[in-house]
């Protein structure tokens, strides 16, 4: 079955760029026209936060309260998919999740999540 | 503040039915998008527990079901166990911010 597993910096100042990827294991990101590929994060001791998704065509959709910040892009040839966020704040501490999204509308494969500290 | 509304908490000694609630509006549940929910133990990513309003994915116990009316859904669990203790979130679309919107999660405490 499909796995996602995150990689990236723990640590990042604020002001700068946080970036993450998720590499995606048992499927391919170009097999389903039906998944998207997307982020989520949960700040600590908080709820969950969609933060967008690309689909392996690129297109991509943003949730409006993050969307001048953030970049979701794809690579079909690593099977890997992509987050940045610029401009970070103290705010934006939070564990990211990498998942699965589906045309309609849920999550059903979920990484493990990797914690992000903004500090400088 | 999330777009989505669930009781803080809910709790319920072994054996026992619990409810958790999520109330949407016009733009989410009341605009016939489905509710789905999810269950996540601490430290952990949380997990599909129920989609499409009261489908179960195969491996969830048939303890664990789902409604909705209007513009509120729920999640209810029958014959509680100590190890359904965890936080369980609701989710929904939001036509009018284009967002997978999420409640807030509920803390289920298992007496």
């Known amino acids: 079955q499909v796995q996602l597993q995150e990689s990236g ?7 700068e760029t946080l970036s993450l990827t998720c590499t ?5 990101v170009y ?13 600590p001791g908080k709820g969950l936060e969609w933060i967008g998704y690309i689909h392996h065509t690129g297109s991509t959709r943003y949730n409006p309260s993050l969307k001048s910040r953030v970049a979701i892009s794809i690579d079909t040839s690593k099977n890997q998919f992509s987050l940045k966020l610029s401009s970070v704040t103290a705010a934006d501490t939070a564990v990211f999740f990498c998942v699965r999204d589906r045309v ?7 990484g493990k999540g990797t914690t992000v500290t903004v500090s400088s | 503040q999330s777009v989505l509304t ?19 509006n ?27 309003n009261n489908n179960r994915p195969s491996g969830v116990p048939d303890r664990f079901s789902g409604s909705k009316s209007g513009t509120s859904a729920s999640l209810a669990i029958s014959g509680l166990q100590a190890d359904d203790e965890a936080d369980y979130y609701c989710q929904s679309f939001d036509i009018s911010l284009h967002v997978r919107a999420f409640g807030g999660g509920t803390k289920l405490t298992v007496l």
């Open chain 1, 104 to 110: 309609d509308y849920f999550i059903d494969v979920w």
């Open chain 1, 24 to 28: 995606v294991s048992g499927g391919s």
């Open chain 1, 9 to 15: 910096p723990g640590l990042v100042k604020p002001s």
């Open chain 1, 31 to 43: 097999s389903d026209n039906n998944k998207y590929w997307a982020w989520i994060r949960q700040p």
């Open chain 2, 26 to 52: 016009s733009s989410n549940i009341g605009a016939s998008y489905n509710v789905h929910w999810y269950q996540q133990f601490p430290g952990t990513a949380p997990k599909l527990l129920i989609y499409g």
């Open chain 2, 6 to 24: 669930q009781p803080p908490s809910v709790s319920g000694a072994p054996g026992q039915r619990v409810t958790i609630s999520c109330t949407g």
